[in-house]
């Protein structure tokens, strides 16, 4: 396991995503019911908000509950929601004590009211920060997220306000609702799953990818150190040659 002092603070990722799963098998093992994974997965969240924040990451964006989620049997669905609620009412004051701003992306329509407006009372709480931008994916995924785009980019080419042949991919990424966000340098998927799951599936086009068995609930600041390790030891190469990327360093 990497410890912090490994970590090359020099090129750290500016924006990591975490597909943060196996909170349910967490709990089951141990007998328990998965709302309780949920719960526990809840101090992951905060470790690694610190973590983040104490390295001087910029972006980190959580995906917490996807589109296919709300197909859950409804008892889980309320469950997660109301956990949603009461986290976002007891971090607040602690995003705001430490700079960090929070976002959402995601189908927020489709929202409870209530968890909607602590979302929004949040976000704007938290608006003027600067530090680490943390990032929920609620009721998110990303064929939605694409679909709108389209929509949004017809609307606008009917409108006069752009041209169907200058779209071009800085036109979609500012239609995505990521806009203005670098992609993901790094994803981190924890329960051993090695799927994309619809995240970001624009976004993560050259990510590196980051698998680990620790269920969500175990995985702490070591871990998260491990996959940045890993990930500095990895060659970016995007299409070109090692030769090629080792002659311009
Ligand atoms: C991830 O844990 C959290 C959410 C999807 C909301 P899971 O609930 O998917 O846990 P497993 O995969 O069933 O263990
Ligand atoms: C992905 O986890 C979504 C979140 C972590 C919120 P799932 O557990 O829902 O993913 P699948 O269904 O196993 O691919
Ligand atoms: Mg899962």
Known sequence: MAKIEQIDMARLPKHIAIIMDGNGRWAQKKGLQRILGHRSGVQAVRTVTEAAAELGIQYVT??????????RPQEEVDALMALLVDTLEKETPSLKKNNVRLRAIGDMQRLPEATREKFCRCIAETAQNDGLNLVLAISYSARWEIT??????????????????EINESTIERLLSTAGMPDPDLLIRTSGEMRISNFLLWQLAYSELYFTSVNWPDFGKKDFYEAI??????????????????DNK
């Not at 890993?230 to 299409?239: A, K, N, P, T």
């Not at 070109?240 to 990327?245: G, L």
């Open 148 to 165: 709108e785009a389209f929509k949004k980019a017809i609307q606008m080419a009917q409108e006069g306000l752009i041209k169907a042949d």
């Open 229 to 246: 390790y890993q990930y500095q030891h990895r060659e970016r190469r995007y299409g070109k040659t090692s030769a090629q990327i080792n």
């Open 62 to 71: 959580l995906y917490a509950f996807s589109t296919e989620n709300w197909n």
